[in-house]
């Protein structure tokens, strides 16, 4: 099954999703928390999030989009409630996330059995919900991290390695922000320490840098990789390496996506946002350079299903 704000849907239900996007950032770590510790929301801001966000959504819906991906962690103010009320409003799918969720510095005083406590919490917040809303258990569908930039720090690599931890417990995928190519073999090594399932761990952003011969050592270990800052102009880059993939027969293990904030591209224009650019600018490329539009679309349905896709049977605890 796949876990949404809606519940849990067979992964024939899915269709065609935007596999890494951010509904709305909230930059205000407090408020963050409050809502991801304590279940508090700001309802007054939440109608009015609404009326910014559901054209952005029923402009998706209409070229074809069913399903978003939530990629802001508990700590970029994930607002399940928010999400929620959205997917039901545009009738649209849309897989909230556990992860990233304090202040990394908290890894300096509390560095005994960080991994195991991190981990226990993830865990916890599968089966027990991130919370529970209209009578409806609220999961998360995967853990979102994002890594730092240069050599992985000891936050990150225990983030990691309590990431894998969880994602055996249960059954979740882990869709892990990495920026730099160098910083995968990195990642791996702490990957293959833990023994972790590569068919679980997800390369978000592997086309920042586009990297070819990292992007085929994480294809040679199983690890899925995730081209989704598919922007305004970035058709060309983005089309290269996509046929790269194809051409080590690894299509069938890319996510595509936009990474776009909804909130903040609806603010500064809800007429003209750059929103729904995968389906009118980089299909259209992709079909006058070789790839069919149909692959493109098989590939944001067939796969973000397979990735997303947890085995409820033996996972959740009902």
Request: hydrophobic share 40%; net charge negative; aromatic share 10%.
């Amino acid at each position: 099954m796949i876990y949404t704000t809606r519940g849990p849907i067979h992964k024939s239900e899915l269709g065609v999703t935007l596999a890494h996007e951010h509904i709305k950032w909230e930059s205000d770590e407090f408020y963050a928390n409050n809502m991801y510790f304590d279940k508090k929301y700001q309802l007054e801001d939440i109608s009015l999030d609404l009326k910014y966000i559901i054209p952005i959504m029923l402009d998706i819906k209409a070229k074809g989009g069913k399903s978003v991906v939530e990629a802001s962690p508990p700590i970029g103010g994930q607002n399940v409630r928010l999400l929620k009320e959205l997917s039901e409003r545009v009738d649209m799918h849309i897989i909230p996330c556990t992860g990233w969720n304090m202040t990394k510095q908290l890894y300096d005083v509390f560095s005994m059995h960080f991994e195991e406590q991190l981990a226990n919490r993830w865990i916890n917040d599968f089966r027990e919900g991130l919370d529970t809303i209209d009578g409806v258990v609220i999961r998360p569908g995967h853990i979102k991290l994002l890594l730092d930039r240069g050599v992985l720090s000891k936050a990150d690599k225990a983030m990691l390695i309590a990431a894998v931890k969880a994602s055996k417990d249960t059954g979740m995928p882990v869709h892990c922000h990495i920026m730099e190519a160098k910083m995968v073999h990195e990642v791996i090594e702490v990957l293959d320490k833990e023994n972790a399932d590569y068919q679980k761990f997800l390369w978000a952003h592997a086309d920042e840098e586009a990297h070819k011969e990292t992007v085929k050592l994480a294809a040679d270990k199983g690890m899925w990789i995730g081209i989704d800052n598919i922007r305004k102009g970035t058709s060309p880059e983005k089309f290269e390496l996509l046929s790269y993939v194809m051409s080590i027969d690894y299509g069938h293990k890319v996510l595509l996506s936009q990474d776009y904030d909804f909130y903040s591209e609806a603010k500064e224009s809800i007429d003209n946002h750059p929103c729904t650019v995968i389906f009118e600018e980089f299909m259209l490329y992709c079909t006058e350079n070789g790839i069919d539009e149909q692959e493109i679309i098989r590939m944001m349905t067939e796969n973000p299903a397979n990735f997303y896709d947890i085995d409820t049977v033996t996972k959740v605890i009902e």
